[in-house]
């Protein structure tokens, strides 16, 4: 299917691969860049590079990934490690009969790509990733094994997303998508914005002005829809 998008012609697909279906957009022809994106995005966050990349005469992939917008949501907890991340990653190369592609990843969908071109270095041949650097294996502790041994465990907001009240916390994505937006930015004072070592300045708190006016309306309006679907 065709999308009608500010800065040219996308092509939507739904793949399927690994037991869930994946909404995929491309733009441009040429060798094959797959963007992974993080939380709390879609596929849509990518559309200007997307946009710049095809333009640059390559062959622009961004996705929604499992548990995001238009792709499957798995209730099983389980079935969103790294392991199956990177198989999606796989499965989508397959099923468009690409042989290899450079990825480009952000915040999770960074962990992602630097184990992806780990475990298959034969079909990713370049890596690009913002604000999440690699972990070789073997490097000792992770992050979150260092910090749950200083006792931060109820300081550091990752551990909070992974208690089992965190879905019931983050269900209103109306509320949380612009609440996310606002306080990780600019905006707010100082004293207020988010700090991810202190649980009273979470990301996890209603915006004051709704919808921040960096943040490009359709985009967010698209994101909270996404976020809304069950099926």
């Known amino acids: 299917m065709a999308i009608a998008d500010r800065n040219g012609p996308m092509k939507q697909t739904h ?24 939380f709390p995005d879609g ?18 992939i961004s996705f929604d990934t499992r548990g995001y917008g238009e792709s499957s949501k798995p209730e099983d907890p389980a079935l969103y490690t790294v392991l199956y991340n990177v198989g999606d990653l796989v499965g989508i190369l397959a099923k468009l009969g690409i042989e290899r592609a450079t990825l480009v990843g952000h915040d999770f969908g960074a962990t992602v790509s630097w184990n992806a071109a780990v475990m298959r270095p034969d079909l990713f041949d370049a890596v ?6 690699p972990v070789l ?23 909070r997303h992974m208690r089992p ?27 207020e914005a988010w ?12 915006s004051p002005i709704g919808i921040p006016p960096f943040a490009d309306c359709e985009d967010v309006e698209t994101m909270i829809a996404g976020f809304d679907r069950n099926d």
Not at 43 to 60: E, L, S
Not at 175 to 183: A, K, N, R, S
């Open 15 to 38: 793949i399927e691969t690994n037991g869930v279906t994946l909404n995929v957009v491309e733009q441009g022809d040429g060798p094959a860049v797959l963007f992974v994106h993080g």
């Open 43 to 60: 596929w849509r966050g990518w559309r200007r590079q997307m946009a710049a990349v095809a333009a640059a005469g390559y062959r622009a």
């Open 128 to 133: 690009f990733c913002l604000s999440v650097p």
């Open 137 to 159: 294996p073997g490097a000792g502790p992770s992050m979150l094994e260092t910090l749950k041994a200083a006792g931060k465990e109820d300081a550091f907001y990752m551990f």
């Open 165 to 191: 009240e965190a879905d019931q916390e983050w269900a209103d994505a109306a509320t949380t998508f612009p609440g996310v937006l606002y306080w990780a930015s600019g905006l707010p004072d100082a004293s």
């Open 195 to 206: 700090n991810p070592m202190d649980p009273s300045k979470s990301l996890n708190r209603p």
